[in-house]
Nanobody, 116 residues
Framework: QVQLVESGGGLAQPGGSLRLSCAAS????????MSWARQVPGKGLEWVSG????????YYLDSVKGRFTISRDNAKNTLYLQMNSLKPEDTALYFC?????????WGQGTQVTVSS
């Protein structure tokens, strides 16, 4: 079955950086688009970024453009999200997802907290 395990979250100061990773298994990783989404308590899931199977197309939420970079290593079945210039409003539980957009399977999430 599909398994997605996120890691790399934690506490960062405003302006700092974190790199999230997602280890995928149970499906042919290189054949699927992948996504990152986030959720804060009391709000719905928000699509943050997506990447095509070959990396030829990416999507970014407007509020993270220029600060976040999505990438993937198909040889390692791993998805990444490099987050720079972090802001307090980036605080959320971040999920890795199989597919393009908010459909598909999601991992358990990794918490990102941006605070001084």
């Amino acid at each position: 079955q599909v398994q997605l395990v996120e890691s790399g979250g934690g506490l960062a100061q405003p302006g700092g950086s974190l790199r999230l990773s997602c280890a995928a298994s149970g499906f042919t990783f290189s054949g699927y688009a992948m996504s990152w989404a986030r959720q804060v308590p009391g709000k719905g899931l928000e699509w943050v970024s997506g990447i095509y199977p070959d990396g030829s197309l990416t999507y970014y939420l407007d509020s993270v453009k220029g600060r976040f970079t999505i990438s993937r290593d198909n040889a390692k079945n791993t998805l990444y999200l490099q987050m720079n210039s972090l802001k307090p409003e980036d605080t959320a539980l971040y999920f890795c997802g199989k597919g393009w957009g908010l459909r598909g399977s999601w991992g358990q999430g990794t918490q990102v907290t941006v605070s001084s």
